[in-house]
């Protein structure tokens, strides 16, 4: 081989190459060589790329994917997080609308018992006290009347002492007015 | 004036031991990959860079190509896939680079890395399905007097698919190559030749950049369809019977 290409080499002149070069491709005591290294090449490549390159190159590129892939299940699982905030918001807002309207119900329900216990109270005061003042009214009234028969006798008593000049005597007053009521 | 095939020869750099141009330059691409794709993890990080989106885009782009063609137990055929692809794509990229030795312009590389393929399809489709691996061979629903012709022919195309994995690839690289090659010269030429043809000079020149962007593409396309039809035929032995 070495032989072959010396004598190349130095007839490769200008223009008058092509008489004693063989078809390289075709050179049959060149294949060995070409095949030895092909393979050692080859073996140590499929090596190298097989246990070095292409686990470090997936490794990268599925790497990237899990963490596409969480990232994305982060995403969901927040926004799934953020619309249960929101509903529960919704609910604790409406409860608590609901309890306020119902709080303000019971205090003006409470309210208007107590102003209406109050009036009452006060009406049954007030009839207490107009019961009271009518009785006390009548009986000052039954007492006034009892007076009347004694100041009709004294007034009676006291014409007739001036008309006559003389007390008359209580019982014959007293029948007499006795005998006018009748 | 070299020849357009000169660009192809094989030579030895320490002949003790085989050691060529060639195997400088696998193991180059090798280094290239594996020193790439290290680097460009180095950070590990979540919001890739640059150079670490473009290895995850690789990585990516040749587990989806697997998972398409295969479904996803094709999955452990992925270091393989991938070495594959990679050292392809590396090795004719490489072989861009002006005064680079292009690997994959020798038949025997392509054909050993097609043979790879077609006895990885063998060996793991016979341990997964015994002789039912066979009944790649024998399409269900033929007419029996159709079938010997059709197991002969299924046959033929199986044989045939390294020759024509191989050959796909080494035929693009090589005649990619020589094609460049080819124009370049003309420039050389035209310039040397002098006078009306010197003002000529840059047509060829033209061309040969317009070629330089076809064998980008060409490059990077025949990789890829080295790994498509690698994961098609890991396929069959995946799911053999048709």
């Keep these: 081989m070495a032989q072959a290409q010396t004598t190349h080499a130095t007839t490769e002149a200008p223009g008058g ?12 005591e060149t294949y060995a060589g070409q095949l030895l290294w092909l393979a050692i090449t080859f073996v140590v490549l499929y090596t190298l790329l097989s246990r070095l ?7 990268i590129i599925e790497n990237r994917r899990a963490m596409i892939a969480s990232d ?21 807002l409406a409860e608590a609308k609901s309890r306020a309207q119902a709080l303000a119900q019971e205090t003006r329900a409470k309210l208007s ?18 019961a009271e003042s009518e009785a006390t009214i009548s009986a000052k009234k039954t007492e006034a009347m009892s007076h009347v028969d004694a100041i009709a006798r004294d007034t009676a008593s006291a014409i007739i002492e001036r008309l006559t000049g003389k007390a008359p005597a209580p019982q014959k007053v007293e029948a007499a007015l006795n005998q006018i009521k009748a | 004036m070299a020849s357009p095939i000169e660009q192809f ?51 990516d782009f040749v587990a989806n190509t697997l998972v398409d063609a295969t479904g996803k137990e094709g999955m452990k055929f992925f270091p393989l896939v991938f070495s594959l692809f990679m050292f392809v794509l590396t090795a004719n990229l490489l072989g861009m ?28 489709g016979f341990m997964k399905h015994g002789t039912h691996f066979l009944g790649l061979f024998v399409p269900s629903g033929v007419p029996g007097w159709l079938l010997p012709f059709i197991v002969v022919i299924e046959l033929i195309s199986f044989l045939s698919r390294p020759i024509s994995l191989s050959l796909r690839l080494f035929a693009n690289m090589l005649a990619g190559h020589i094609a460049l090659k080819v124009f370049a010269g003309f420039v050389v030429s035209l310039l040397a030749a002098g006078g009306a043809l010197t003002i000529l000079a840059p047509l060829p020149l033209l ?14 396309l025949q990789a890829y369809v080295f790994t498509v039809l690698t994961c098609i035929y890991l396929n069959d032995a995946l799911h053999p019977g048709h």
């Design chain 1, 72 to 92: 994305l299940d982060d995403a969901a699982a927040m926004k799934s997080r953020a619309e249960e905030a929101g509903t529960a918001y919704e609910k604790s």
């Design chain 1, 17 to 28: 190459a092509h008489a004693d070069v063989g078809f390289p491709p075709f050179e049959t």
């Design chain 2, 9 to 59: 020869q094989i030579k030895p750099i320490i002949p003790v031991i085989n050691f060529t141009n060639s195997s400088a330059f696998m193991i180059g691409a090798a280094a290239v990959i594996v020193g790439g794709l290290l680097y460009a993890t180095r950070k590990r990080a979540v919001v890739p860079g640059r150079a670490q989106s473009v290895a995850e885009v690789l990585h």
């Design chain 2, 207 to 220: 061309m040969a950049v317009a070629l330089m962007a076809l064998e980008f593409l060409v490059a990077a």
């Design chain 2, 97 to 124: 680079i002006p005064g680079f030795f292009t690997v994959t312009s020798h038949i025997i590389v392509t054909f050993a890395l097609a043979m790879l393929v077609i006895g990885t399809v063998v060996v793991y």
């Design chain 1, 53 to 59: 390159v292409l686990p470090r190159l997936g490794g």
């Design chain 1, 113 to 130: 018992a107590e102003s209406d216990a109050k009036r009452k109270a006060l009406e049954a005061d007030l009839n207490q006290r107009l």
